[in-house]
């Protein structure tokens, strides 16, 4: 069970602090070499996210697990903005954008996993922020979370239809019939999404509130 953070605000004001300290870092993209305290920001701020993560209640393989999950990501934005560099110096200078984007993003993804749904909310209601986004960012965070939710009970089934190949098993070998099959899970996928947003508008409606 996720630990519930007691005083969510400061947790996301510090989380978000150290994404921009590393989005803002220089990386040699304007023709200058690389410092190497931009190199000390970046790991710095990748060890706050994996102990982030450890705070969070999940141990370090699972947090590199779910790091990994941001680096195809990170890459399709990093490459292409690389081969803007002088030629000479893309190589580092495409490291540089990576351990960037990467630092920043596991930073997102640590504090979001630290606080939860309901944190993230908490935190912005401490904050006083405008109640009317709040409450958007809140119903967005509940249907994500049901999104997600649908999402590994369709994957748990398509595994155990096929226990010897996992979801992404035959990826490889069979490249069009993997992704024609999840073209099918993302559809079925809309389709739930679709009727739960109208049970959810059917039940508001139900209690009382405006059409």
Known sequence: MMPIVERPAPVLLLGLALVVA?????????GRPV??????VWMTVFAAALWTFRRGGLPLSEALRRVSWLVPVVALFSVPAALLAPSGGRLVVGAAL??????AAAMGAAVATRLGPSGLVRAARDLRLPARLVDVVEAMLASLTIV?????????????????FGALGDLAWS????????????????????ERAEAVEQARRARGGQA
């Not at 490249?175 to 679709?194: E, K, N, Q, Y």
């Open 98 to 103: 990576a351990a960037r984007a990467l630092s």
């Open 175 to 194: 490249p069009i019939d993997t992704t024609r099959g999840f073209g099918r899970l993302v559809a079925s996928l809309l389709l739930r999404s679709l």
């Open 35 to 40: 410092a190497p305290w931009s190199w000390g």
């Open 22 to 30: 590393a989005a803002l870092t220089p990386a040699g993209l304007a």
């Open 148 to 164: 997600l939710r649908q999402v590994r009970a369709m994957l748990r089934a398509r595994e155990a239809r096929r226990p010897g």
